[in-house]
């Protein structure tokens, strides 16, 4: 597998229901210097399969409203992919929960299916360094779901220590415990600790909920 450094090529898994979306995106992969494409797939049923025969770096996956099944009570077309491999979307019009669930699946990157190319290529590079990008809509309308007023946020964000906000980014960056500790240089108790500091005083019930806290307290910037 690639690494994450040094300018290295970054593999990826394609997944897209039309044909002529896939045929899209597969030129737009395999035109990118720093990019190779390693599987193209008719539709998301076989990626969790596929994913782990090729383990890319980047899942990128063009997903229609209908694949897109929140809405009607029944789990997302989000394939269960091995590892953590990080997983790109191509969306229109995601709704909120779908959104937080998708965040919750592994997927990184959560962008409009009209993206650019530029856009595309930053989000799977964003995503293969472990970052959260969203488009700024979709961030809107996650951050809208948790109602607090302007006074409730200023204080919140005055409660919050520097080493708790860092944590916070580390959490929007989808660091895990271990990671957070090497970088800060402290114990993973002490990460532990942090963490279940923040999500109190944040008044959010997961890791999820209070990095979307942090996009609307303008302490986490996509």
Known sequence: MTKKNGGRTITVLLAA???????GLESLVETAPLLKLVGSLQGTLAVAQYAAQLQPDVILLDLETTDRRLESGS????????????IVCLTDEPSPDWTAH??????????????GMDEILAAIQAAHAGLVLLDSAVSQDLAARIPASAAQLARTLDDLTPRETEVL???????????????LGISNHTIKFHISSILDKLGASTRTEAVTMGIRMGIILL
């Open 17 to 23: 229901a039309s044909a002529v979306r896939r045929a």
């Open 75 to 86: 789990a997302p077309a989000l394939p269960r992919v091995p590892g953590s491999i990080p």
């Open 102 to 115: 998708a965040l919750r699946s592994g997927v990184k990157a959560i962008l409009p299916r009209d993206s």
């Open 169 to 183: 980014r580390m959490l929007a960056e989808g660091l895990g415990n271990r990671e957070m500790a090497s970088r």
